[in-house]
């Protein structure tokens, strides 16, 4: 058996994921409203530079894996167009069920299935696109993870990770502060769970940063990859190109 990190704690790895969903079990009502507050609304605009990259033509055939709530896949839906395909993703049953529900309550059907990013039920060479967005470093094997989105890409195909990341090192104390002392507060007066936000303040702090993920990425299989620091560096938006 083999430790990994869950947050701070260092946790036998057949342990995390269970742990891991116990944590967006408990946020998923809330995760939204959470988003919103947590980053001030940045969230919304992190995403929307995600769609413009993605440069999406209609008919294309886009994975969304952690894709919780359906931000992402509700964008990608409108560019691919009727002839194209986006599957809404994601491992977390409560999370998916949010998304699926808002995603139907504004008309739009989309393939929706529990999926591991760390095994994915896809053929090799299936999609134009893949995306994950703020999923990665709830992962396990990220390595593993990187692998198979490779594999379901078509040549030429990108991988898009959307990723909370290294800060600028000027901001880094106050960045702290507010992840440590601010979003648990929020988390137990919004969410009732100051926890699980506590958890995902940790989570970033041991996950790679951008040079770090960047070579994950081409380990992985990914010929060329650029890295775009958004907010300075709080996250950043690696993206990949499949040989």
């Known amino acids: 058996m083999s430790d990994t990190h869950f947050g701070f704690q260092t ?34 605009a992190w995403k929307a530079y995600t769609v413009a990259i993605a440069n999406l033509r209609e008919g294309q055939r886009v ?5 919780g709530t359906g931000d992402l896949a509700r964008a990608f839906a409108k560019k691919v167009g009727p002839t194209g395909t986006v599957f809404h993703t994601d491992i977390n049953e409560a999370m998916l069920r949010q998304g699926r529900n808002r ?8 393939p ?11 053929g090799t060479a299936s999609f134009d696109l893949v995306s994950v967005a703020f999923g990665l470093r709830n992962m396990t094997h990220k390595e593993r993870a990187l692998t198979e989105m490779n594999r379901v890409l078509k040549p030429g195909g990108r991988l898009l990770v959307l990723e909370f ?18 979003l648990p507060r929020i988390g137990q007066l ?11 303040a940790e989570s970033i702090r041991v996950h790679p940063g951008q040079a770090e993920l960047k070579a994950m990425m081409k380990d992985a299989g990914f010929g060329h990859v650029d890295v775009h620091n958004l907010s300075a560096g709080v996250v950043a938006l690696h993206v990949g190109i499949k040989c």
Request: glycine share 8%.
């Open 11 to 44: 946790v036998d790895e057949t342990q995390k994921a269970g742990r891991v969903r116990g944590v967006f079990d408990s946020v998923a009502s809330k995760y939204d409203v959470m988003n919103d507050l947590m980053s001030m609304g940045l969230h919304r």
């Open 63 to 67: 994975l969304d894996i952690a894709g």
């Open 103 to 110: 995603l139907l309550d504004e008309g739009l059907v989309l």
């Open 112 to 122: 929706t299935l529990i999926c591991d990013g760390e095994a994915l039920p896809f």
């Open 165 to 182: 990341s290294k800060i600028a090192p000027p901001l880094a104390k106050a960045y702290d502060w507010y992840s440590f002392n601010v």
């Open 190 to 200: 919004v969410a009732g769970d100051a926890q699980s936000y506590r958890y995902l």
